[in-house]
């Protein structure tokens, strides 16, 4: 039986950890595709639509990750690189959705099953703040319409921080706005190149939530794929 540690701050990891990214994001793609009448402009399908969408928000992300695209070409641009995929050429389309994108979504609440349960468990114990690599006023929102910003006391995020997960400057720059040490800190998220190993680097323990069961435990301190299983060492 694992021995509970003394803990005393709990960074949770936001987007696919607490919040239900890809559910959310289904649910904004078919708003969109109404929205703008994306049959009547040849796109066949939402799930088609998604799906380039991913292949290039993936490449684009990772671009921006590396600092090497601003966040405001990032939102227009995946829309248009997936439009021309359907040989629809329009800019100011793909900036329109790309808006519309990233102010719809973060009111389309869907939480990880126990989120609530878990993190009114863990509040009078623990000090809990997020870190997430998210834009800021987006992941801020999100927090809100989920009425999960009551149970956090500090929202660090890599816009504010500079450098985003797994990059050890985030961490030092929550350590130092939270103050807490990686010695009595624990971090919980769902990636393991971004968390558990940004986390691992700079000492603090970590536990890899894995809701599909699509990862190995891969050293993580704890591995859990509900999050009602923090209770058991929390
Ligand atoms: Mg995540």
């Given at each position: 039986m694992?021995?509970?540690?003394?803990?005393?701050?709990?960074?949770?990891?936001?987007?696919?950890?607490?919040?239900?990214?890809?559910?959310?994001?289904?649910?904004?793609?078919?708003?969109?595709?109404?929205?703008?009448?994306?049959?009547?402009?040849?796109?066949?399908?939402?799930e088609l639509f998604i799906?380039?969408?991913?292949?290039?928000?993936?490449?684009l992300w990772n671009q921006y990750r590396e600092g090497k695209l601003a966040k405001e070409i990032l939102r227009g641009l995946r829309f248009a690189h997936?439009?021309?995929?359907?040989?629809?050429?329009?800019?100011?389309?793909?900036?329109?959705?790309?808006?519309?994108?990233?102010?719809?979504?973060?009111?389309?609440v869907h939480l990880f099953p126990n989120a609530h349960e878990v993190l009114a468990y863990l509040y009078p114990h623990y000090h809990l703040h997020i870190i997430t690599n998210g834009f800021s006023e987006v992941q801020f929102t999100k927090l809100k319409s989920a009425k999960l910003d009551k149970y956090f006391n500090e929202i660090i995020t890599s816009e504010e921080a500079g450098v985003k997960k797994p990059d050890p400057l985030?961490?030092?720059?929550?350590?130092?706005r939270t103050k807490a040490r990686a010695g009595?800190?624990?971090?919980?998220?769902?990636?393991?190149?971004?968390?558990?190993?940004?986390?691992?680097?700079?000492?603090?323990?970590?536990?890899?939530?894995?809701?599909d069961k699509k990862s190995s435990t891969d050293g993580a301190t704890f591995y859990i794929n509900d999050l009602i299983e923090l209770k058991k060492f929390l």
């Amino acid at each position: 039986m694992l021995m509970k540690k003394p803990y005393k701050h709990l960074f949770f990891d936001l987007d696919r950890t607490l919040w239900d990214f890809d559910t959310s994001s289904i649910e904004a793609f078919h708003k969109i595709y109404n929205k703008f009448d994306l049959k009547s402009k040849g796109v066949d399908s939402v799930e088609l639509f998604i799906k380039k969408y991913t292949y290039h928000n993936d490449i684009l992300w990772n671009q921006y990750r590396e600092g090497k695209l601003a966040k405001e070409i990032l939102r227009g641009l995946r829309f248009a690189h997936t439009l021309e995929e359907f040989g629809i050429n329009n800019k100011e389309l793909a900036q329109q959705i790309g808006d519309y994108y990233v102010e719809v979504s973060p009111l389309l609440v869907h939480l990880f099953p126990n989120a609530h349960e878990v993190l009114a468990y863990l509040y009078p114990h623990y000090h809990l703040h997020i870190i997430t690599n998210g834009f800021s006023e987006v992941q801020f929102t999100k927090l809100k319409s989920a009425k999960l910003d009551k149970y956090f006391n500090e929202i660090i995020t890599s816009e504010e921080a500079g450098v985003k997960k797994p990059d050890p400057l985030i961490f030092s720059f929550a350590f130092n706005r939270t103050k807490a040490r990686a010695g009595n800190s624990l971090m919980i998220g769902d990636d393991i190149g971004v968390d558990i190993v940004g986390a691992r680097q700079i000492g603090m323990d970590q536990v890899l939530f894995d809701p599909d069961k699509k990862s190995s435990t891969d050293g993580a301190t704890f591995y859990i794929n509900d999050l009602i299983e923090l209770k058991k060492f929390l």
